[in-house]
């Protein structure tokens, strides 16, 4: 009777451990997906053009007064 009673707890926290471990996998966003453009003239699918990559923002150079160089040169 004992072995039955364990057999069937056994059973049960493997199906639960199953149920949360299959959980866990692909909890993430899901991507979203632009629709497609379809030619006006052929209907078919059309091929978007790349946009050109920008480059990026250049460092600053001249540098930023902090308020203490300010009032001194107010001072002079």
Do not use: C, H, Y
């Amino acid at each position: 009777m004992a072995d039955l009673v364990g057999d069937i707890v056994n059973n049960v926290v493997k199906g639960v451990l199953n149920e949360i471990l299959k959980k866990t996998t692909r909890s993430g966003t899901t991507r979203r997906r632009k629709r497609q453009t379809r030619s006006a003239t052929t209907g078919r699918f059309v091929r978007k053009t790349r946009k050109r990559v920008k480059a990026p923002a250049r460092k600053q150079v001249s540098r930023r007064r902090t308020a203490a160089k300010r009032s001194r040169q107010r001072n002079r």
